[in-house]
């Protein structure tokens, strides 16, 4: 799938993946997207979501040990696109959850050296 998909990725297993977002609302905000194409989180089975949800934790630990926030956040939105994500956030306040708040692009340097610094967490 990353053959497929342009990204900053900082997971990959046989279920899922983990990217950067490009619309980042706080610096480290991750997206994880399960490998099969369903487009309602209802609708993902229950082991594969128990991964998703795991994954998700691994990457918030990540989140923690990089940048330090006092909470981070998980949302499943659902409107952007047909395809089940879950958005993993570091939260300095609850605007960190607001779409609104959302950056409209960032350096791709950027988004590789924070991909770097949860990588090295993750590993």
């Known amino acids: 799938m990353n053959e497929e998909l ?4 900082v997971w990959e297993d046989e279920d899922c993946i983990a990217i950067l977002s490009i619309n980042p609302i706080q610096t480290g905000h991750t997206l994880v997207i399960p490998r099969e194409e369903i487009d309602h ?27 330090n926030p006092p909470r981070v956040g998980l949302i499943i939105a659902g409107e952007e696109v047909p395809h089940t994500h879950l958005h993993v956030i570091p939260m300095f306040s609850i605007d960190d959850l607001n779409f609104a708040n959302a950056q409209a692009s960032v350096p791709p340097e950027q988004l590789a050296a924070t991909a770097q610094q949860l990588n090295t967490e993750l590993l």
């Open 6 to 9: 342009p990204g900053h990725f």
């Open 41 to 67: 989180w209802l609708d993902v089975p229950p082991d594969l979501a128990a991964q998703l949800f795991l994954v998700a934790q691994n990457i918030g630990h990540a989140q923690k040990a990089v940048f």
